[in-house]
């Protein structure tokens, strides 16, 4: 692996400023990394042709000039997640439907990249419209996992945690309904930031579930991760639903001492169901976090057993209603065999969409028919609020709840496909941050003899990532476990 590929953006960025590196090497050097790697991963969709070097080298021209503003990801490589939508770059969602859609304008996520200067390396493979936890459900192929290729990355953005840790790019964007960025962080050994529901903009952003979605970055050190939440963060005019709250200076959080802070362990999380290798990580990573002068101490999330059937029910009913809009009329496939509308309807959906995506599609819209809605959707809203005020209660007593991101290790490929309820509880420790809307970090703590990577995640009150990225820097630079897989 080239060496260059092994900095962080910081790093990158550093050895610009001191004329150590060109934007045109870096940009030559991934590009060389991706073609190395590329082919056993499978991390894109869509990877960036040669005129990203001619980009680079405009760049390195205008700083030559003193015409350039080095922002925080000028001419730096960035990987976005296929379901964000690009202007004149296919843009498939992992979907049949969407194999060929190349979209007339930017979500405002990448306006913002492209606005600091950074270059687009590609669209990452994803889950087909984000609904899975393996990036088996993509319409093109799955994606491996760079600690061990016969193994999952993680889903539903498995292309972007498999890129980042693999350094076919050193940051990429993912989208988040029920822990699509932080269980591949934690399946891929990297760091994946779900922000406050609101915080960053989801105009742009492919609908599943409305309520829940939302995008944030994948990196490889946590500092990497604040530099793209300072870049991303706001409110936009474009997007109802984003937060009219004034944006921190995660960057001024990193290094801050964590003395005296109040660290909670859902004592929900840590009983049966976990696989030991994992427990055994989080509660030396504690150990850790106590040695830094944390206060650990137990809280409970009472209603947490309810939380898989609930995401399940009210996920699926929101992305019914918004896939809806895919019916071979407007744009996307349309099927060949339409002798009557209604059959056009029908044979477009039934050849376009996945197996994952026709499940959720007919849950949705069963919990919201007449006679069903009550017992379903409607209850599952109540606990959804329940959920919610047991994170509001854990938080008046404790400044961040940290335990496990996923149940278990990395699982095989085809392992789970035929069980969907197995796959769905990979979830059980990530949705219910997505219930709440409140931020949720996933930061290697540990590797297993195996050297799989095990995720440790951070969950903090609305709008608080500053807290979970100090916190999560402080046990990253005592834990000194950034670096790539050996295997690639």
């Given amino acids: ?14 050895a610009v400023k001191r004329r150590s590196l060109s934007f045109k090497e870096i940009a030559e050097a991934y590009l060389e990394r991706i073609d190395e790697a590329e082919h056993h991963l499978r991390a894109f969709v869509t990877v960036a042709d040669e005129s990203v070097v001619d980009q680079a080298a405009d760049l390195d021209d205008r700083l030559a000039r003193g015409d350039l503003r080095l922002g925080y990801l000028t001419g730096l490589p960035i990987g976005v997640k296929d379901n964000i939508v690009t202007k004149d770059v296919r843009t498939t969602c992992g979907s049949r439907i969407l194999d060929n859609w190349v979209p007339p304008y930017d979500a405002t996520v990448v306006r913002k990249l492209k606005a600091n200067e950074a270059l687009l390396f590609g669209k990452t493979n994803c889950d087909e419209f984000a609904m899975g936890s393996s990036t088996e459900n993509s319409a093109h192929y799955p994606t491996r996992n760079p600690w061990d290729l016969d193994r999952v990355p993680g889903g539903s953005s498995g292309g972007s945690g498999s890129a980042v840790a693999a350094r076919l790019v050193p940051a990429a964007l993912g989208s988040d309904t029920g822990g699509s960025i932080r269980q591949p962080a934690a399946f891929c050994g990297v760091v994946g930031l779900k922000p406050t529901y609101g915080r960053i903009s989801r105009y742009g952003l492919v609908a599943f579930g409305s309520s829940l979605d939302q995008i944030g970055p994948l990196a490889n050190t946590v500092r990497d991760a604040a530099v793209m939440l300072q870049v991303l963060a706001g409110r936009d005019q474009a997007d109802s639903t984003s937060a009219n709250s004034p944006v921190d200076n995660y960057l001024s959080q990193i290094g801050k001492d964590v003395h005296g802070l109040r660290v909670g362990v859902p004592a929900e999380w840590m009983g049966s169901g976990l696989d030991r290798e994992v427990k055994t990580a989080v509660q030396d990573a504690l150990k850790v976090l106590e040695s830094l002068g944390c206060c650990i101490e137990e809280v409970l999330l009472p209603h947490t057993s309810y939380a898989v059937a609930t995401y399940y029910i009210i996920a699926p009913a929101e992305a019914s209603a918004n896939l809806a809009r895919y019916d071979g009329v407007k744009y996307g496939y349309r099927s060949s065999q339409k002798d009557t509308l209604a059959q056009m309807y029908e044979n477009s959906r ?68 035929s069980d969907p309820l197995a796959m769905y509880l990979s979830d059980v420790f990530t949705v219910t941050a997505n219930l709440a809307g409140v931020p949720a970090l996933s930061m290697p703590c540990s590797f297993t003899a195996d050297k799989l990577p095990v995720g440790l995640q951070l969950i903090g009150p609305h709008f608080k990532e500053g807290r979970l990225l100090r916190v999560a820097h402080a046990l990253e630079s005592e834990l000194q476990l950034n670096r790539p897989p050996l295997a690639l």
């Fill in 350 to 417: 039934t050849e376009g969409f996945g197996d994952e995506v026709k499940r959720r599609i007919m849950i949705g819209t069963y919990v919201l028919s007449s006679g069903y809605y009550d017992a379903y959707y409607l209850k599952a809203s109540k606990v959804r609020t329940l959920i919610r005020q047991d994170y509001l209660k854990a938080f008046e007593r404790v400044d961040l709840i940290v335990g496990p991101t996923t149940p278990t290790l990395p699982f095989q490929l085809g392992e789970k496909t």
């Fill in 1 to 14: 692996m080239n060496e260059v590929c092994r900095l962080s953006l910081k790093q990158l960025r550093d």
